[in-house]
Structure formats: C-alpha cells, structure tokens
C-alpha cells in the first residue's frame, strides 16, 4: 500500500506541476501568437490604408470595393506636377500706376504607375483583402462620406476580428483579448482597424509598438 500511495503522490504531484507551468506558460505563449498575428494583420491593413489613399488621390474618394481596388493599383496613374512662382507688372486703372501681379503655374511633367509607386515589384496587394490565419477569410471594407463642418469629407474603414484571428486559441484568453485596455500594449475593443466611418482619420487601432514590428518587413 506504501508504495502505491507513493506512486498516487508522484502522480498528482506531475499533474499539479504540469497545471502550473501551464497557468504561468500558457498566457506567455498566447501574448507570443496573438503578436505575431496581430503584426500580420496590421502590415496588411497598413497597405489597404496606403491603396485606398492613393484612390482617393486620384479620384477624389474611397472605395468600398477590393475588386476595385485591386484594378486601381493595376492600372490607375499618378499624374506628377510641377509648381513655379511667376510675376508682371500690370497697369492698375485705379491707381493709375503699374503694379506687380503673381501667381503659380502648375506643369504636368508625366506619370507613374500607382502598382510601382505602392508595391514596387510585389503583387501582394492582390490578396491584402485576406486576413492571415483565418483560412482566407476577408476584411470587411467600407466607404462613404461624413459632413464636418460643413465639408462632405471621404471616409472608409477596414477591420478584422480578433476572435477570427485568434480561432485556434484558448476561447478564456481569446474573451480576456477582446476586452484588452492597455493603452501601450493592447488594441482595444474585439477588432483591429484602420480608418474610421464615424470621424476623418486614417489611423489604426493598435497601439506604437506594432508599427515597430510592421515596419521591420
């Protein structure tokens, strides 16, 4: 019986080890995979953002539309201007005298290909609307316009949710992510996103530390 009993305690002793390395270890591996995801889906958003800017560059708002996003890169064009500063003199009727008149002159001097200014020799942005480790699932995209201050301003966001992207993971730890409010390390809320419908920005949610992981690839 002595021995069994010691044998039961060596056993229960493991378990309750194992239970506790895996209490201490399992948030530490979760805050690991969730980074390295997050990182993923911000540098994708962050080249949705730069597209979506250059459309509304050249056509004056966002757009709502993957499909026509990816046709814009592929063949929208940038038309790069010069500006010079140009000056006369010109008889004033009511003052009687010449005076100096001024002014810009803008040049169109020619082109660039929105695909070689954005991506250079990449067509990543042909899957930038698939979120990673989600099976390809999408983005959601949207477009429209809000009035400040009297101004019809363009306004577009593109999101993905946290639980899409953390699917495999423990669902306690995923329920703790989507209500995260470290204002330094988390991004708030169950979704992480670029731009907004509600105010004119084109910021993300996510906090500076991502930026330093993003901008590294």
């Known amino acids: 019986m002595k021995i069994v009993a010691q044998v039961v305690l060596w056993i229960l002793s493991g378990f309750f080890c194992y239970k506790i390395y895996q ?14 995801r997050y990182a993923s889906v911000i540098s994708k958003l962050k080249d949705i953002r730069n597209s979506e800017e ?8 966002y757009t709502g539309s993957f499909d026509t996003l990816v046709t814009f890169i592929e063949n929208g064009e940038y038309t790069l201007t ?8 010109e008889y004033d009727p009511t003052y009687r005298i010449d005076v100096l ?3 810009k002159i803008v040049d169109t001097i020619g082109t660039v290909s929105v695909k070689d200014s954005l991506f250079k020799n990449s067509d990543r ?3 930038m609307m698939f979120i990673p480790y989600t099976n390809d699932k999408k983005f959601e995209l949207e477009a429209g316009t809000i009035t400040k201050n009297n101004y019809d301003a363009p306004v577009f966001v593109a999101k993905a949710k946290k639980e899409d992207i953390l699917a495999d993971q423990s669902p306690e730890m995923i329920e703790m992510e989507k209500n995260a409010e470290n204002i330094t390390e ?32």
């Open 23 to 36: 209490s201490v270890s399992g948030p530490l591996e979760f805050k690991k995979t969730k980074e390295k």
């Open 54 to 61: 250059a459309y509304r560059t050249v056509n004056g708002k």
């Open 82 to 89: 010069s500006q010079r500063d140009t000056s006369w003199m």
């Open 101 to 103: 008149k001024e002014s």
């Open 125 to 127: 942005y042909k899957k």
């Open 186 to 217: 988390d991004i708030k809320g169950p979704e992480i996103m670029v731009g907004s419908l509600e105010e004119v920005s084109t910021n993300g949610n996510w906090p500076t530390i991502y930026d330093a992981k993003t901008n590294k690839k």
